[in-house]
Structures are given as structure tokens and as C-alpha cells.
């Protein structure tokens, strides 16, 4: 599981990658299969480290005549790097086992043990969750996709890449300072850096995976919460921004996230990068490049570190007009994106966790409506935060359609909050972008919805059980993840629900069961799967509505 190989036995092997030279991974097995289960190379750079004068500026691509093995001998490929320096405002994630460094945007790559079909595999782009502040690409052992691949596991059968990204500070820090700078040196793009590395990361995919055995006219982009939203914007910046462009992927997954509303613009958090200033002590007076010196001189660690006091403590995409239209959601709204959506002939996997919210709440919860306000407009513009508040606090918008909560002594501060985040981050931007689908014609065959209910017994030796079917808590699921110890009864449920995971990569005909836009296909808590009317739609599309014209 992960960087943990005692469930393993392994073999080194070696890969020519093209002009890049070679890399040594791992090949995967386990005693009691008669074959190898998968092939791993870790630790792949895809661009330049973004360290010194280069953080907050937009990826360099890996220069012509750069090379994996330099010296003649291939690059160690066998062990994770480091990852993204991030906050540590939450115990959610699994990083003792890691180092946290700048230099960290690599690419983690299993591939099926064996030949390639003719054409190659088709090709999984991951991008993990995680608010864009925390996660890795992969590292936590929870997240190892080698016996979802496997051909005697999952049987998946994909080349999976999962990509680091800059994250939380380093990745999304953005102020009048740095878009004077990206004027004159970055194309004019500041901020969202994390995002332009993963489309950084789609474009390395696409040069080079069939190295790996992997083809790239075959890929899907993916992700879970931050990873969907990444999965979404990248997609938005695609077909919004550069619908001339030939289309690098085929497919999207988006395991509960969706762009919820318009990004933040620079005039927005322009006091966050004050406050920054500020924790270190530099004069607001001192010049622009004054100021982004004395910060690029601080250490990354330090950076994170001093966010954690903030007000506004996350660090979050904004609107600049390079990644993200200045008009988001006003084109969204009139078609543009579902339009092109069908263009291209796309299809869609998306869903949600029954209890998203028993997650979310658990990071920094508030205690009052003060409080309350302060939270949640670390995720929403302030005209945003003003109409979901109301319409949670006072009027109360989700009571006719919300769910029995897990946990019957809930703060109702907590609770609120946890409402709030879990539909504005998940299930109203999904829903929202499936009518967007709907009115533009895509046909439903081209879209799939899905709602998990199941919460394995595993789970319970990692969570409470009163965080229900909490969001993330579907991972074990999608990665088929049975080294976890799932019963053999439970091992059977995982396979059959990820059979469509399988036959939608693949492109193979996917006959989902729905047969109407507010139907979703549900794994319920008992392990059985059925076709079930959505009942959260019409209270969802209300607050959708609102998000995206809140004002």
C-alpha cells in the first residue's frame, strides 16, 4: 500500500523514457498471485522545481536536453520524493512518513505489469484532494491504486499517473504585487500556480506516456474534492479559453467537488497577501518587488507555518483572466462551456458521498454566527458567504431535503457549517454543472451520476461512526483497496461497483441504469446497488442558482 511494499515483493526494472532517459521502478507482486501485479515509477519530474526566484511563477517546462540519467545511470525511481509544504491545521492527512519540500512536483506512475495492447493502456490522470492546501500524489497508502490496476484486483488495467501540485501559500498566493510582476514575466499569469502545473503535468502526460505503455488519446482526467474542482477548472480553461486547441482528454472523473462559484478576484484577497506581509514583519510601504524579495527569501516551512493564525487561512483559486475567464460563470450560465462540453464529444463521472459534511466540519468549526461568517468566506467571496449563510442560517433552505445526521449530538454551529461547505462544494456545483449538460443537449448516455451510501467495516477501525459515509470515506472503494481487510463479501461489492469505473476508462458502452437527469446510481448501505430518484435535486439547484448570482 503506498510507500509500505511489506505486502509486496519486488523487482527492479528499468524504462527508457524517450529523450528524457531512463528511470528505474519497481515491479509488484504478491506471493499468493501467480503474476506480477503492477510496475511503479515514483518521483518523476515533470517541470523545473519552482524554488528561489522562481516561486509563485508560473512552471517551467523540463528544457530540451534535460535528462533522467545524466550520468549514464537511471534515475532512482523507486522511492517517493517530497511533498508539497503544506499547513497543518488538520490531522486528516498521512505524512509521517514524508518530507515536505519545494522542489516536489513530480509525477507517481503505475502501469499493468505485462504488454500493452496494440493501441497502449488507457491513461488516469489523478489529482488528489485536499482543499488545495494538503494531500500528496499518492503517497498515503490509502490512495495506492496498484491493486486497482491489477488485473487480478480491480482489474482496471490503465496506466495511473498521479501528479503533484503546488498547494495552500505556494500555490495559490495572489496580490496586485504579483500580477504587476507576471506582467513582465510570467505571460501575464499570476497566481492559481497549482493549477498551471497540473495543466503542466496533462501536457507532459500527453508527450510522454506512451513510453509507459500508455495512450494518450485515451486519457481521463480525474480527481476527488480539490482534484475534481482541479479536474473542473482545468477543463473550463480548455474549453473556454482555448476551445481551438486539440483536446487532451476523453473522459472526466469527479469524486465529490465541482467549481462552486466565481473565484475570488485579486481586489479580494488583496488583505490576505497584506496579512502575510504583515505575520513577517515587511513594511506594506516597501515596493512590489521589495516585497515578493523578502518572501521568496523566507523558507517554505516558515510560510506555512505563519498561515495557520490567519483569518484567511486558505489560499484559493481567484479570477485573473489567464486561467479562469473574468466572466466564469456568467459563460458557464449561457452554455459555453456545456456546449463545447459536447463538442468534443465528452462524458462525465461524478458523484458524492451520503455524509460529505461530517468531514468537512471537522477543520477549524465555528463557535458563532461571527465565527461562522469568518469560515466560511475562507471558501466564497464575501457576496457568496452572505447569501449561504442566510439561506442556512435563517432560511433554512435544506430542510425539507437534508439527510438524517450521523452524529445526533452535533453543535449546530458545526452542523451549519458542515451543511454549507459539503452542498456549496459538492453537491450543488455537481448538480449545477449536470443541468448545464442537460439544457446543452449532451446526452444523458454521456453522463453519469452516482451516490455511495456504503461504509465498509474496515472503515470503522479510521473513523468514527458517527462521521456516517463522510467525504473521502469512498476511497477504499475506488481504489480497490483490499489489502485494507474488507470481508470477502465487502471485497465482491467493491468490485462490482468499480466494474463501471473500469468499462468508462476503457471506453467500452456503459449502460449506467438512469434514465432521468435527477436519478443517480446509488451503492446503499447494505451493499446493494440501485437506480434511485435524486432527492436533494430541487433544493440543490435553488442553491446553485443563488451561488451563482450572488451578489
Aim: hydrophobic share 35%; aromatic share 10%; charged share 25%.
Amino acid at each position: 500500500m503506498g510507500n509500505v511494499l511489506s505486502a509486496y515483493k519486488t523487482e527492479k526494472c528499468v524504462l527508457h523514457v524517450g529523450d528524457l532517459g531512463d528511470i528505474e521502478g519497481l515491479v509488484l507482486s504478491r506471493a499468493e498471485i501467480d503474476q506480477p501485479l503492477a510496475r511503479r515509477f515514483l518521483n518523476v519530474p515533470y517541470i523545473l522545481p519552482p524554488t528561489g526566484q522562481h516561486r509563485w511563477r508560473k512552471p517551467r517546462r523540463l528544457p530540451p536536453g534535460y535528462l533522467y540519467s545524466p550520468e549514464g545511470t537511471p534515475r532512482d525511481c523507486t522511492n517517493f520524493g517530497s511533498i508539497c509544504p503544506q499547513p497543518n491545521y488538520t490531522k486528516l492527512g498521512n505524512h509521517a512518513f514524508s518530507k515536505y519540500d519545494e522542489d516536489c512536483l513530480v509525477l507517481n506512475i503505475w502501469t499493468p505489469s505485462g504488454t500493452p495492447p496494440g493501441q497502449g493502456w488507457p491513461v488516469m490522470l489523478w489529482f488528489h484532494g485536499g482543499w488545495l492546501q494538503i494531500g500528496d500524489p499518492s503517497v498515503d497508502p490509502n490512495m495506492d491504486p496498484t491493486e486497482l490496476i491489477s488485473a487480478s484486483g480491480g482489474g482496471l488495467q490503465c496506466v495511473f499517473i498521479a501528479a503533484a501540485y503546488r498547494l495552500s501559500v505556494l500555490g495559490f498566493l495572489a496580490s496586485k504585487e504579483l500580477a504587476e510582476e507576471a506582467a513582465v514575466t510570467d505571460d501575464r499569469a499570476f497566481g492559481n500556480y497549482g493549477l498551471w502545473d497540473q495543466v503542466a503535468a496533462l501536457k507532459w502526460v500527453h508527450e510522454h506516456i506512451h513510453h509507459f505503455g500508455g495512450n494518450a488519446q485515451e486519457l481521463t482526467l480525474s480527481g476527488r474534492s480539490a482534484g475534481a474542482y482541479s479536474t473542473h477548472a482545468i477543463a473550463s480553461y480548455d474549453l473556454l479559453l482555448h476551445p481551438e486547441e486539440p483536446p487532451l482528454y476523453r473522459r472526466l472523473v469527479m469524486y465529490s467537488n465541482a467549481i462552486p462559484a466565481d473565484p475570488k478576484t485579486v481586489e479580494e484577497v488583496q488583505p490576505q497577501f497584506d496579512e502575510l506581509l504583515t505575520a513577517f514583519a515587511i513594511p506594506l510601504s516597501l515596493s512590489g518587488p521589495e516585497k515578493l524579495a523578502l518572501l521568496r527569501s523566507k523558507p517554505a516551512l516558515e510560510l506555512v507555518d505563519k498561515i495557520m493564525a490567519f483569518d484567511n487561512h486558505t489560499f484559493r483559486p481567484i479570477r485573473d483572466g489567464y486561467f479562469f475567464p473574468m466572466d466564469l460563470f456568467t459563460r458557464y450560465i449561457n452554455g459555453d462551456f456545456a456546449a463545447e462540453f459536447k463538442r468534443r464529444g465528452l462524458s462525465l463521472l461524478i458523484g458524492e458521498v451520503r455524509d460529505e459534511e461530517t468531514l468537512y466540519r471537522q477543520t477549524n468549526p465555528p463557535r458563532d454566527l461571527t465565527s461562522l461568517y469568518k469560515e466560511v468566506g475562507n471558501y466564497y467571496s464575501p457576496a457568496v458567504t452572505r447569501m449561504m449563510v442566510d439561506a442556512y442560517v435563517n432560511r433554512k433552505i435544506n430542510a425539507e431535503g437534508a439527510h438524517p445526521d450521523p452524529d445526533s449530538g452535533i453543535d449546530i454551529w458545526k452542523k451549519v457549517y458542515g451543511d454549507i461547505i459539503s452542498d456549496g462544494q459538492v453537491r450543488a456545483p455537481s448538480r449545477l454543472l449536470v443541468r448545464q449538460l442537460r439544457d446543452a443537449g449532451v446526452p444523458l448516455s454521456s453522463v453519469h451520476r452516482y451516490m455511495i451510501n456504503w461504509r465498509p467495516s474496515f472503515v470503522d477501525r479510521q473513523a468514527p461512526k458517527e462521521f456516517g459515509v463522510g467525504h473521502a470515506f469512498d476511497k477504499p472503494i475506488w481504489n480497490f483497496s483490499v489489502l485494507h481487510g474488507p470481508t470477502p463479501e465487502e471485497e465482491a461489492t467493491m468490485k462490482t461497483w468499480i466494474q463501471d469505473l473500469v468499462d468508462y476508462v476503457h471506453g467500452r458502452p456503459l449502460d449506467y441504469g438512469t434514465v432521468a437527469w435527477d436519478q443517480q446510481k446509488v451503492l446503499n448501505f447494505d451493499g446493494s446497488i440501485s437506480i434511485e430518484k435524486d432527492a436533494k435535486w430541487d433544493y440543490l439547484a435553488q442553491v446553485a442558482d443563488e451561488m451563482c448570482t450572488a451578489k
